[in-house]
């Protein structure tokens, strides 16, 4: 067994990697970097296993990227510009319109990514960099290549019409934890042949699909998790939202993380609800851990 104590997890975001452009500023995002950056401030040893391009986007993000200790040894560099996204608020909720053919969308797979997904313990992936063959293809070589007991977390982020029922089924039999939204659950469920929907129906995805957790996460709701053997579900603390910008990927990191740890359902429930109420209270995607925060991840 590893000892949590001096061993540090090694956790991947796998995917895009992109600049939200707001109409005031612009700031580093994508699900899988904002996932990476909230594991690597839970303790881990975060990686970003991407594409960017041979540019000034390019350079300005992995060096951010390093600024949030996460290993950029994974980022390849390809001659597509760097991705970005228009970013508008609507009410504090972010709409997207996300450029086509960046950088991301060419990651190919390249023979040292095997031996380093076998290296992994919890990796997460979504729908949206799996838009194009080439990462839709390197999603499924990296995941088959990681080790039995690694998390292969499918965080579904649907953004526009970046995704099919295919590649929605494709992704949960690669998967063995699943993290939902209010709104991603009906079109997953109707893409796994789930046409009645029920209170039952998040155990029926669990048992189809043989995933160890679902996070179904409800906004200012909270949240419910399933195991096979367990449920729990938790309310969110009240907050002030000034956007609601990488909660979901602060929970899931959240999620990996207290899932390593051995750590009780309910406690990492209550803890995924607390760090992303903390994403909600400020502008931007990024970490936002106290140290009061940190200690409950110490053993
Ligand atoms: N208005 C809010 N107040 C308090 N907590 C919130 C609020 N919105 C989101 N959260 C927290 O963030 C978690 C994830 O939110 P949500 O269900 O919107 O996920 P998501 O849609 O995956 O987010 P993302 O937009 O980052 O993909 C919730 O379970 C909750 O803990
Ligand atoms: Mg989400």
Redesign the pocket.
């Known amino acids: 067994m590893n000892d949590s104590r001096n061993f540090r997890w090694r956790v991947g975001g796998l995917g895009e990697l992109l600049w939200d452009v707001f109409p005031t500023h612009r700031c580093l995002g994508g699900?899988p970097a904002?996932f990476a950056s909230h594991a690597a401030a839970l303790g881990a040893d975060a990686f970003l296993i991407t594409a960017v391009g041979n540019d000034e986007l390019g350079r300005l993000a992995t060096a951010e990227l390093s600024k949030l200790t996460i290993d950029t040894t994974h980022v390849s560099i390809n001659t597509h510009p760097t991705g970005y996204v228009q970013v508008q608020l609507a009410d504090g909720e972010?709409e997207y319109d996300i450029a086509s053919d960046v950088a991301w969308d060419f990651c190919d797979w390249n023979s040292v990514l095997e031996p380093f997904a076998q290296t992994i313990d919890a990796v997460c992936f979504g729908t949206l960099f799996q838009r194009s063959r080439a990462s839709r293809e390197t999603t499924k070589r990296f995941l088959s290549a990681t080790p039995k007991s690694c998390l292969r977390v499918f965080?579904v982020?649907l953004r526009q019409d970046f995704y099919s029922d295919d590649l929605i089924v494709d992704s949960l039999k690669l998967a063995n934890v699943l993290?939902i939204?209010?709104?991603?659950l009906p079109i997953v469920l109707r893409a796994a042949g789930m046409s009645v929907h029920d209170e039952n129906s998040i155990d029926s995805l669990l048992e189809k699909f043989d995933l160890k957790l679902i996070a179904l996460?409800?906004?200012?709701?909270?949240?419910l998790l399933v195991t096979q053997d367990e449920r729990n579900t938790c309310d969110?603390?009240?907050?002030e939202?000034v956007d609601?910008?990488?909660?979901?990927?602060?929970?899931t990191a959240c999620i990996v993380a207290g899932m390593l740890r051995g750590m009780e359902l309910s406690t990492i429930n209550t803890l995924?609800?607390e760090i992303?109420?903390q994403?909600?209270r400020r502008s931007g995607?990024g970490p936002a851990v106290s140290d009061q925060f940190l200690d409950s991840f110490k053993s």
């Open positions: 699900a904002n972010p965080d982020n993290k939204n209010r709104a991603e996460t409800l906004g200012a709701e909270g949240s969110a603390p009240k907050v939202a609601t910008v990488g909660a979901g990927d602060s929970f995924a609800n992303a109420a994403v909600c995607a």
